[in-house]
């Protein structure tokens, strides 16, 4: 009986398990490396989330109270602007509320109908424009930013903010309205007329009564 080939294919077999023992052994190194690796990376998130918490609590602070004091500005003392974060999935998440009476309303919550969301949009604009290194040009253009606002006694107030804002950042802004009492607080105001599908651009001139 001829034993050579069994002797071959037993001296193949141990052959081919001796590489798959130092092919397990490779594989467990690099399971170890991989995981010291994956440790390293958790505390290094762990480090950036906790600096990312500290940093959006300095930010907080002053996104909050300058924003708080635009909404009382036009609102009164009952209003605030909270920002709450969290860590989720390892991501920092900032969530942003209006406050009246004790009563917290998303921004975008459709209960909020007097215009508190565009006052919190115009004060956030300027803000963060007040406090990015480097500034860019002291020029903010919007598009009807307080079109939602209701009722002349508001509309006084933001004049009041507008012009306050203004001095404070000597910041210039250009604002697109239809209200018209909104204008008059501006240094120069322009209305568009279309006649014919023509869009004509003509000053309007104020008495010095008016910018009184």
Request: charged share 30%.
């Amino acid at each position: 009986m001829d034993l050579k080939k069994y002797e071959d294919f037993l001296s193949d077999k141990r052959a081919s398990i001796e590489i798959h023992r130092e092919n397990i052994q490779e594989l467990e190194d690099r399971i170890k490396d991989c995981l010291i690796y994956l440790g390293d990376l958790e505390e290094a998130l762990e480090v950036m989330n906790i600096v990312g918490i500290l940093a959006q609590q300095e930010f907080e602070d002053v996104v909050e109270t300058l924003v708080t004091q635009a909404l009382r500005f036009v609102f009164g003392d009952n209003h605030s602007f909270v920002i709450e974060s969290e860590i989720s999935h390892n991501q920092p998440e900032v969530h942003l509320f209006i406050d009246i009476d004790g009563e917290r309303f998303s921004p975008k919550d459709d209960e909020l109908s007097g215009g508190q969301a565009d006052v919190v949009s115009f004060a956030l604009r300027v803000v963060l424009w007040a406090i990015q290194y480097e500034r860019t040009r002291a020029t903010l253009v919007f598009d009807e930013p307080f079109r939602c606002l209701h009722g002349l006694q508001n509309i006084e107030s933001v004049k009041e903010m507008i012009r306050y804002l203004s001095e404070t950042l000597d910041l210039q802004f250009i604002i697109i309205t239809q209200e018209g009492e909104l204008s008059k607080i501006a240094d120069a105001s322009f209305v568009v007329v279309k006649e014919r599908g023509i869009s004509r651009v003509e000053r309007i001139e104020r008495d010095i009564e008016d910018e009184c």
